[in-house]
């Protein structure tokens, strides 16, 4: 019978991480084991959990991948799941996992992951749903579609890490990108690690996870990102993607660009619509793609669980 654990990586939001846990708790398949990685500072979150049956793992190191580590080592089932503590699951989600892994034909299956219903409040944020869904084009530019992915069992490069589990021996958790916090596109990484371990990803719009997107510690903000988190996020998935596409990643946010890492072409219609967010991220964006692709040689390190 396949094992399956669930780690939640929680910082700060004790309120939202016993909604999360709540649904954890709620599955018609029980988790073998829930793990909650917490910094050791975050007195308020390690209180809220001493009367908890979960297992509680701190670490000293900032980042959501210093926790999703700490959890994941804890761990001894055959799959690791991944949520975030403003997330709640549906409830038969780790039946669905567990179904899918052992479906004949899915050996090579290392990871799944689904849709996440964005709320505002108590309502759902409408949304039009795509069949396009965690691509990287040729480019290097990441189409995410996560929360508005409308495919089933589609292969996909990269899953979201608020709606993900990975069989034990494909998982590796990548070092060295930065970050203090919800460290912007860790997902290539980890996709990467999987894919060129020879395993595939999957994507099911039925395997839901209700996300209320709480506040963001620090000057990583979603809607005014500081010029630091801009600087990290493009860094990240530069660092993240394979090699041979880092080059053409490079050419596109010099020369052509999007809202999030604008070239000269996204710069010059950001102008003319007096778009000043968007010229803003040109600097850092520019310096950290640069910065990355200068250590292509150099290939990330992973910690893995096999």
């Not at 939001?13 to 917490?38: H, K, M, N, T, W």
């Not at 669905?96 to 004949?104: G, K, L």
């Not at 396009?132 to 040729?138: F, Q």
């Not at 506040?215 to 530069?238: H, I, T």
Request: charged share 25%; with cysteine.
């Amino acid at each position: 019978m396949t094992t399956i654990a669930l780690v939640i990586p929680s910082y700060a939001r004790p309120e939202q991480l016993a909604r999360a846990l709540a649904s954890a708790e709620r599955q018609s398949r029980r988790f073998d084991e829930i793990v909650v990685a917490v910094r050791g500072d975050d007195h308020a979150t390690i209180g809220a959990l001493t009367s908890l049956p979960v297992r509680v793992v701190t670490v000293d190191d900032p980042g959501v991948l210093a926790a999703m580590t700490a959890g994941a080592l804890a761990t001894t089932s055959d799959v690791v799941a991944f949520t975030d503590d403003d997330a709640e699951l549906a409830e038969h989600w780790a039946q669905f996992v567990i179904d899918v892994m052992e479906r004949p034909g899915n050996d090579d299956v290392g990871g799944i992951g689904g849709r996440d219903v964005i709320y505002d409040g108590d309502h759902a944020r409408p949304t039009e749903l795509t069949g396009r869904v965690g691509e990287v084009t040729y480019w290097g530019r990441l189409i995410g579609n996560h929360h508005c992915g409308s495919a089933n069992n589609r292969e996909v490069v990269v899953l979201k890490g608020v709606n993900c589990a990975y069989r034990r021996r494909a998982l590796g958790l990548p070092h060295g990108l930065l970050g203090a916090g919800a460290q912007a596109h860790f997902e290539v990484a980890v996709g990467r690690h999987a894919l060129d371990g020879g395993w595939r990803l999957l994507y099911f719009s039925e395997l839901t996870v209700i996300h209320r997107p709480a506040d963001r510690r620090g000057d990583d903000q979603r809607a005014s990102p500081s010029d630091e988190a801009v600087f990290n996020s493009a860094f990240n998935l530069m660092r993240g993607l394979p090699r041979r596409v880092q080059s053409r990643r490079w050419l596109y946010v010099h020369l052509i660009g999007d809202r999030a890492t604008p070239g000269v072409i996204r710069c010059l219609y950001a102008l003319m619509r007096r778009d000043r967010a968007t010229l803003a991220r040109r600097a850092p964006s520019w310096r950290a793609s640069t910065a990355a692709w200068r250590v292509r040689a150099t290939p990330l390190e992973f910690t893995t669980l096999s």
